[in-house]
């Protein structure tokens, strides 16, 4: 099974940018679509932004269209989260999953993908 593992947290000042990454092993990662969830402390963990297996389509939030975008490398096994244009409500624990088998869409619930990496912290500062 895919193993994930992020990277590129870190504090930043609002309007300001990062880019996440997500590097997955074991497991062929072009077989799973990838999906970027985060949390922040006593509220339920939230969909950011998903990219289909091939990379050919993408699904990010509302709150953050326009500022995030999603891709990924399948030669490198590895999905990015381009974050820019940062507010302090971007500041959370994200997280990167995986989901394999069949869909028929991309998953933005966190019951769709059952590979979780243990997330990096963004904290954004006003």
């Known amino acids: 099974q895919v193993q994930l593992a992020e990277s590129g947290g870190g504090l930043v000042q609002a309007g300001g940018s990062l880019r996440l990454s997500c590097a997955a092993s074991?497991?062929?990662?072009?077989?799973?679509?990838m999906g970027w969830f985060r949390q922040v402390p006593g509220k339920e963990r939230e969909f950011v932004a998903a990219?289909?297996?091939?990379?050919?389509?993408?699904n990010v939030v509302a709150a953050v269209k326009g500022r995030f975008t999603v891709s990924r490398d399948n030669a490198l096994n590895t999905v990015y989260l381009e974050m820019s244009s940062l507010r302090p409500e971007d500041t959370g624990n994200y997280y990167c999953?995986?989901?394999?088998?069949?869909?028929?869409?991309?998953?933005?619930?966190?019951?769709?993908?059952?590979?979780w990496g243990q997330g990096t912290q963004v904290t954004v500062s006003s």
């Open positions: 999953a995986a989901r394999g088998g069949p869909v028929a869409r991309l998953g933005v619930l966190v019951s769709d993908y059952a590979y």
């Open positions: 074991a497991g062929t990662f072009s077989g799973y679509d």
């Open positions: 990219i289909t297996r091939s990379g050919a389509w993408t």
